[in-house]
């Protein structure tokens, strides 16, 4: 396809979108109004599944497909990642040296990882209830895990951060999201429709398949960030380029 082709092609698109969405403005409410048609209803259907966080029942419940769809890319950019970022035949694994870590950082980070993981899974656990969930504590829980880069060294982080498990880990929060929705076609419903018990309103095991779903996604967010972390670092700090390796050889 010719560049000229090319473009004419996006002016077409270009103003076809333009329509669509200038057509679809003008259902809108007008700004200031009392009407929110969409915000009356899904709060009214959050209330009705028992999840207390409107946002969450949006996310995981009343649109959990397009959620799917969201964590899915986030998957396919991690695997890509992971493939850029592969050694190459003529990189190396070299020594990771050891820095210097002013005493005052150690102590912090040694006291914040702990208590950042603990959010992590809080802000997971509690996402049907408050604001928050999977998406937020899954990256919570891997910058938590990073602090040991920070407060101590690389080498560190590698013997807390087996990438192997966080590997698995990754894909079975992926797998998990769209095994969950079978439940709904077992039953005879839609797929990833919500018909699990739905508890009590404001409790830890509200929502029926929020928090589950929830889960998955916190698992599959902090272990695909840990993981892409992991190839970049190694990049950055542990493999030699064919130029480096010449330097450490003294050539």
């Known amino acids: 396809m010719s560049r000229v082709l090319r473009v004419r092609l996006f002016w077409a698109a270009a103003a076809v979108f333009a329509v669509a969405f200038a057509a679809a403005c003008t259902g809108l409410p007008r700004f200031g109004t009392l009407s929110h048609p969409y915000g009356a209803r899904a709060i009214a259907a959050a ?79 509690h996402g049907q209830l408050s604001p928050g969930g999977g998406f937020q ?24 951060r087996p990438l192997a498990v966080f590997d698995v880990a990754d894909a079975v929060g992926a797998g998990a999201f769209v095994g969950l929705g079978l439940v709904g076609l077992a039953v005879g419903a839609a797929y990833l429709q919500n018909v699990l018990p739905l508890g009590t309103f404001g409790q830890l095991s509200s929502g029926g398949l929020v928090p589950v779903i929830n889960a998955a996604v916190g698992l599959e967010v902090g272990s695909g960030v840990v993981v892409l972390l992991a190839g970049f670092l190694d990049q950055a700090v542990e493999i030699d380029s064919p130029g480096e390796q010449d330097n450490r050889t003294g050539r």
């Open 137 to 160: 504590g899954g990256v919570i829980l891997a910058t938590g895990l990073h602090l040991a880069y920070v407060a101590a060294d690389y080498g560190v982080l590698k013997a807390i």
């Open 47 to 125: 209330f009705h599944q028992r999840t207390a966080n409107t946002v969450s029942s949006v996310n995981f419940d009343q649109r959990a497909f397009d959620t799917l769809g969201e964590e899915s890319i986030l998957f396919a950019a991690v695997l890509g990642g992971l493939v850029l970022l592969r050694r190459a035949r003529d990189e190396r694994l070299g020594g990771v040296r050891r820095g210097r870590v002013l005493p005052a950082t150690r102590l912090f980070g040694s006291v914040l990882l702990p208590i950042t993981l603990l959010t992590g899974v809080y802000i997971v656990a």
